[in-house]
Each structure stands twice: as structure tokens, then as C-alpha cells.
């Protein structure tokens, strides 16, 4: 009888294992799921080292919104579409496996351009504003202060943008990209430091991003770690982790 109990201890225990995993799994794929920040391209809003949720549930469901992208459907389930400043993560299409966050600056059927560092959508200017100037690394990895502005989109979405190289930077002047049917327009809050929409796929770029590789939209940072720190090293975290960051709402 005690060898019986035994067995049946341990077999209930693998069953709450189970059920545990299952629990997750449909959360990670149907409600939130993790992503953390390797890079600067989206650098005030996010920066390296921030762990946020993104709602998986926002856009409806594609391909994309389970692990390793089966093909199981075309287009999406329960759609809905992204609104213009929305900070959305996305399957590179190029790739159709690499994640990618950045925000949603052009819709189906805008035109978008760059002129002198400055935004252009549908050929009206975005207003932008100057702020106090952010603290950041330049492309040399130096600490420095970098122009940054306020810019307000088509909608009213309201954001901070940094100008490491000011309007000068190497994709302040594009061609006017209209926006197929279908497809988005991403860019990053760190303009001169951000592979984009603005730089073609056959260029190492993002290009247009369809529908249907849109994962979910960026709602919330739970846990942040200055960069360079391994996140696991709970005993530093009362010097390495950023306070002001936790439970910080993405917008």
C-alpha cells in the first residue's frame, strides 16, 4: 500500500506539471507572451535590457501567433487592425522567424516619406517639438546627449523620438513609399539607429510588414535590467535593475 502511494504522489505531481505547462502554453499563444529588448532601435521607449508582454489577442491570430509559425491557416482569425503609433512586434518578412519590434507609422494606403529628418505622411508634415535631450550612446558606443523631440502622428499618438545624427542621418531623405493593401509601415523611435521600413528587404531591411506577421501589440515592461547585466543575477539586482522601468505602460 505505501509503494501505491508513492506512485500515485508522484503521478499527481506530474499531472499538476502537465497542467501547468498546457496553462502556459495557451497564455503564451491565445493572451501574453514575453519578449525582451536586444537592441536600440527603439531607444526612449524601450531600451536593452527591458522584458515587456505583448497582447497576443490585439490583432486576432495568424500563423505567427503560435511557436515556430506552422502553416495551419492564410490571413488572420478574429482580426483586428493595428492603429497608427501602436509599438507592435512582428515576424521579419523576409525571414518569416525573427521577431521584431518596432512602431506602426503607416497605414494600408498612406504615403510615407523622410525629407531632411522629417516625417511626412500622406504629404502633410508631422509636427514634432524639441524636449530635454536624451541620454544615450552614439554610434561609437559614447555616452552623449542626442536631440529629441515630441512627435505627435495623424490620430493624435503622441511619442518621444531621439536624432542621434540630428536630420543629416543616412535615411532622413527616403523616396515617398505608399503603403500596399495589406501591410504596414514600421519605423523605429530611434531614427538614425533603426532598420526599418525605411530600407528595403534585398538591403538587409524590414520593408513592408503584411497583415498576417503582425505577433502582438507592446502593452506593458515588467522587468528591466540595465544593459549588459544577466538578468539572473538576482543577487545584484538592488543595483542593476531599472525601478523606474517595472510596470511601465508602452506607448
Do not use: C
Not at 13 to 21: C, E, G, S
Amino acid at each position: 500500500m505505501k509503494h501505491s502511494a508513492k506512485e500515485g504522489s508522484k503521478g499527481d505531481t506530474l499531472k499538476v506539471i502537465v497542467q501547468a505547462l498546457l496553462i502556459a502554453l495557451v497564455v503564451r499563444t491565445f493572451l501574453f507572451q514575453p519578449f525582451n529588448i536586444p537592441s536600440g532601435s527603439m531607444i526612449p521607449t524601450l531600451q536593452i535590457g527591458d522584458y515587456l508582454f505583448v497582447s497576443k489577442y490585439a490583432y486576432g491570430y495568424s500563423d505567427h501567433s503560435f511557436p515556430f509559425s506552422p502553416h495551419m491557416f492564410s490571413g488572420r482569425i478574429f482580426a483586428s487592425p493595428p492603429k497608427r503609433g501602436d509599438v507592435a512586434v512582428f515576424k521579419l518578412p523576409r525571414d518569416g522567424q525573427t521577431d521584431y519590434i518596432k512602431r506602426v507609422i503607416g497605414l494600408p494606403g498612406d504615403r510615407i516619406q523622410m525629407r531632411e529628418g522629417r516625417l511626412y505622411i500622406n504629404g502633410e508634415l508631422v509636427p514634432r517639438e524639441p524636449i530635454a535631450k536624451a541620454h544615450t550612446e552614439d554610434f561609437y558606443g559614447r555616452e552623449t546627449d542626442v536631440p529629441t523631440y515630441r512627435e505627435t502622428l495623424p490620430g493624435g499618438v503622441s511619442h518621444t523620438i531621439i536624432e542621434i545624427q540630428g536630420d543629416s542621418g543616412y535615411n532622413d531623405n527616403t523616396p515617398v513609399f505608399e503603403v500596399p493593401e495589406g501591410n504596414y509601415f514600421m519605423m523605429g523611435d530611434n531614427r538614425d539607429n533603426s532598420t526599418d521600413s525605411r530600407v528595403p528587404p534585398d538591403q538587409g531591411g524590414v520593408g513592408y510588414v503584411p497583415f498576417e506577421n503582425l505577433v502582438g501589440r507592446a502593452e506593458l515592461i515588467f522587468f528591466s535590467v540595465g544593459k549588459g547585466e544577466p538578468p539572473w543575477a538576482f543577487w545584484e539586482w538592488p543595483w542593476t535593475l531599472r525601478w523606474d522601468r517595472m510596470l511601465k505602460t508602452v506607448k
